[in-house]
């Protein structure tokens, strides 16, 4: 079945599904278009897609287009984004637009409607702009959610850990929070300090590690509030195979108290001094 297609629709469509999707591809990176520099540099990568759609005009092999498919997409992201992890960019285009080809093919065979989808770029001159738009709306919901996913778990993964808390022969083991904000220390011995729960610290004094000796009092200023903590050294936290030393641990009501996410989620919240301490 042959089909005509229009140059002048090609390219308006490409340009608007192109700014799309690096629109789309670029929250994998947190990227923003909140400048009126940036908006223009979406927009100068929307005519890029638009132009190079064109290119199914052109005589070429599927492996030719291919290649140039991978270095067209290297070079909007470097007018887009600039040099910065390039190449992931590119990459992260290359399977937006993937994810949205095939969404596009399911709208076609759903709608009834006839189209075409290559790497050049797409084209459904036949299809109503009301099914395009609905289109946009369902793929950028969808990466929107997987992104968020996926940056959920990375978060999870970078930041909260199992800790173990030791003191002589005893040790506690708790779900931990790294807090990059956390910078309290202790003003005598500079070492850096914890925060603890409620539920922790009861445990920390059923397990004796609560002594006079080990005492200390800590000021703090978070989150506009200021005040002074009770806090206890213990001999060493260890958090996946990285061992901070000897340090205090405060007493928090709850972890959120300081900055943290709640206590449902952790029950200490690390220093940002305790990261990237090894053994």
């Not at 199914?56 to 887009?80: Q, R, S």
């Not at 260890?238 to 030393?245: D, F, L, P, Q, S």
Request: net charge positive; hydrophobic share 50%; with cysteine.
């Amino acid at each position: 079945m042959s089909m005509i297609v229009y140059g002048d629709i090609l390219f308006v469509e490409n340009f608007i599904t192109g700014a799309a999707l690096i629109y789309i591809s670029s929250m994998i990176f947190g990227e923003s278009f909140d400048s009126v520099r940036k908006k223009g540099r979406l927009a100068i990568g929307g005519f890029m897609c638009g132009a190079f759609s064109l290119t199914v005009f052109l005589p070429l092999k599927g492996a030719v287009i291919m290649a140039l498919e991978a270095a067209f997409a290297i070079l909007v992201c470097l007018e887009v984004f600039g040099r910065d992890r390039v190449l992931l960019r590119a990459l992260s285009l290359v399977l937006t637009t993937c994810f949205a080809g095939g969404m596009i093919m399911a709208l076609l065979l759903a709608s009834g409607s006839r189209g075409i989808y290559t790497a050049a770029g797409i084209y459904t001159g036949e299809m109503k702009a009301s099914l395009l738009a609905v289109f946009f709306c369902l793929a950028a919901v969808t990466m929107r959610q997987i992104i968020k996913t996926v940056s959920r778990k990375k978060f999870q993964k970078e930041h909260f850990v199992i800790a173990v808390i030791r003191q002589g022969e005893k040790s506690i083991e708790t779900r931990a929070f790294l807090d990059t904000g956390n910078d309290l220390r202790e003003p005598v011995s500079g070492r850096p300090v914890a925060i603890a729960c409620r539920a922790l610290w009861s445990q920390m004094e059923e397990g004796e590690f609560i002594k006079e000796e080990r005492m200390a009092l800590v000021p703090y200023d978070s989150l506009g509030r200021k005040g002074i903590i009770q806090a206890v050294r213990v001999d060493d936290i260890v958090t996946e195979g990285k061992a901070v030393g000897s340090c205090f641990i405060g007493k928090g009501e709850t972890v959120a108290d300081f900055g943290g996410r709640g206590s449902e989620e952790f029950q200490l919240l690390l220093s940002r001094y305790m990261a990237d301490v090894k053994l």
